[in-house]
């Protein structure tokens, strides 16, 4: 019996298993009500009555090291101890999905939108020369928003410079391409700004531009009529205010009705029933030059607007840092938009 219980011992020490299939069959080999163990357990009763205290303590010993021995080879399987025994028919535990970000996904809508008004997605690189994002523009040598304040250099004479918004990427679609030209471009945009809850040193904007002949005002505010509405909802009214970009002539402003309190005015629209979302105007023919494009046969509008601007609006996120903190709590909030 001793010799018995000895082999066995070392039987198992050396066992091993490669899945849990494996591990499942050693406990029915060994530890089941069928198995050698219980045989040897069975075996007990006719040991002889003076060994039975010596033997009777070798069994135990025998069991419970099979035991962790079996728990052991499970571990090393990287499965649990119930592993084995669970049914694997079952419907799998569901998998945690990461979320959209709400600016790809507010991105996402816009570009959508005009994509389905026939404008294709251009891009340009973020860091950028004074020409494109100022000069080719028709932002005089003097504007402001070419001061170091406004601007990161990244180098002086010549510039190279962190662009400082998406209308660079017009000029560079513009050069080297003949109309019809209807881009849409996304991207981030760079300026000298202290950070609070409503400037950031970087954000995102979405410029488009249609230059083609005959292109009006009224295309303009059309496509912006549709825009705001598949954004917005069917009920969004539009508004156009007289405004001024250097790079076109006219230039307006467009507010939305206050989706918060459909344009009774609330503090959201600080009483005014509108919000502003963004800038738009006829391209002026100095740019269309400037790109060798002939400003008698083509014209074109431009507009642009900001990606956080627009998910402020459709979400009610108003502080600009929560787009860049990385809180998995604020990202999961936008789970269902996803
Ligand atoms: N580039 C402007 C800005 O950063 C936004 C803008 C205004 C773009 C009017 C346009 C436009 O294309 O026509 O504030």
Redesign the pocket.
Same mark, same amino acid.
Request: net charge negative.
């Given at each position: 019996m001793k010799t018995k219980i000895q082999t066995l011992r070392e039987e198992i020490a050396a066992a091993s298993a490669a899945s849990a299939e494996e591990v499942e069959a050693l406990r029915i080999k060994y530890l089941s009500k069928k198995g050698l163990i219980s045989a040897l357990m069975n075996d007990f009763r006719s040991v002889p009555a003076e060994q039975k205290r010596e033997i009777g303590q070798a069994l135990n010993e025998l069991k419970s090291y099979a035991q962790e021995r079996l728990a052991e080879l499970r571990d090393g399987l990287g499965c649990s101890a119930t592993a084995a025994l669970e049914d694997l028919s079952r419907t799998p535990a569901p998998m945690a999905l990461g979320t959209r970000h709400p600016l790809s996904l507010v991105r996402e809508q816009i570009v959508d939108i005009f994509r389905r008004l026939g404008f294709t997605i251009a891009e340009g690189p973020e860091i950028e020369d004074d020409w494109h994002v100022f000069e080719s523009l028709n932002f005089a040598p003097d504007h402001p928003a070419r001061d170091m304040q406004d601007t990161f250099f990244i180098n002086r004479r010549p510039d190279v410079l962190l662009r /400082?918004?998406? =209308?660079s990427v017009?000029t560079r679609t513009m050069v080297g391409s003949k109309p019809p030209i209807r881009i849409i471009c996304p991207g981030r945009?760079y300026r000298n700004e202290a950070i609070s809850a409503r400037a950031h040193c970087f954000f995102h904007?979405v410029?488009a !531009?249609y230059v083609d002949r005959n292109v009006t005002f009224a295309d303009l505010r059309q496509a912006l009529l549709y825009f705001a509405r598949e954004m917005f909802g069917p009920e969004t009214q539009i508004r156009l205010r007289p405004s001024y +970009?250097p +790079? /076109?002539e006219p =230039?307006a402003e467009m507010d939305i009705s206050c989706g918060l309190c459909g344009g009774k005015g609330c503090s959201f629209c600080k009483g005014t029933g509108w919000v502003e979302i !963004? *800038?738009? *105007?006829m391209v002026d023919p100095a740019v269309l030059e400037a790109c060798g494009i002939d400003s008698h046969e083509y014209t074109g509008f431009? !507009? *642009?607007m900001g990606i956080e601007r627009i998910t402020n609006l459709k979400y009610r996120v108003n502080d600009l840092r929560l787009f860049s903190e990385n809180d998995i709590r604020f990202l999961e909030e936008f789970t269902a938009a996803r």
């Open positions: /400082t918004h998406t =209308s017009q945009v904007q410029e !531009l +970009f +790079f /076109t =230039s !963004l *800038g738009c *105007g431009a !507009l *642009g």
